[in-house]
């Protein structure tokens, strides 16, 4: 081999090694402020939630179809920004005027996680993953021209982003949430 391609190998290899730890340092910042009861807390009021919503009619119709295919693949950035499109597009209008105890106590989670999803973004790479980038804007413009029943099935697959939170996480530990 020549000397400038030792180099080009021994470059990418670095690279290779800082992308790594830096996902690395998202996880084990992830792990430090989001524990998985908080998740599992998060995933039981959603579907209590869940029981009080009208019933869906089209059990089959996935909103988030297009981001399971890449869910293992997620990132920081990507996680911020799902739980701002959901913020905004489903959680305030579903909520928007409610006084229960729960939709409350579960919105004040989503903040929590939405503050722990930008102090752990810091950690690492700071850009959407490339699947994401791809989804992300075409879930975004579908959620908001949900109508009321549609806010309501996008609230109960919300479940499926906090699997995939945890996922992130510690893929070791994932099993103590679900």
């Known amino acids: 081999m020549s000397t400038i391609t030792m180099w080009i190998v021994t470059l990418l290899a670095l690279c290779t090694v800082l992308c790594c730890a830096q996902g690395h340092k998202q996880e084990e910042c992830l792990n430090l402020h989001i524990t998985p009861p908080m998740i599992k807390d998060m995933m039981e009021t959603s579907e209590l939630i869940q029981k009080h919503l009208p019933r869906d009619n089209a059990p089959f119709h996935r909103i988030l179809v297009k ?33 229960h105890q729960q939709p409350k106590l579960f919105m004040d989670s989503v903040a929590r996680l939405k503050d722990m999803m930008e102090i752990c973004e810091t950690k690492g790479k700071q850009t959407p993953s490339h699947c994401a980038r791809e989804n992300l ?38 099993h103590e949430i679900h």
């Not at 890449?70 to 005027?97: A, G, M, T």
Request: charged share 35%; proline share 3%.
């Open 67 to 99: 981001l399971k295919k890449c869910s293992k693949k997620l990132n920081i950035p990507d996680f911020k920004r799902i739980l701002e499109i959901y913020d905004e597009h489903v959680f305030q209008k579903l909520w928007k005027n409610s006084t």
């Open 137 to 174: 804007k075409t879930i975004e413009d579908k959620l908001k021209t949900l109508q009321p029943n549609g806010l309501c099935k996008a609230q109960s697959e919300f479940r499926s982003v906090l699997v995939w939170i945890s996922y992130a996480m510690d893929k070791r530990r994932t």
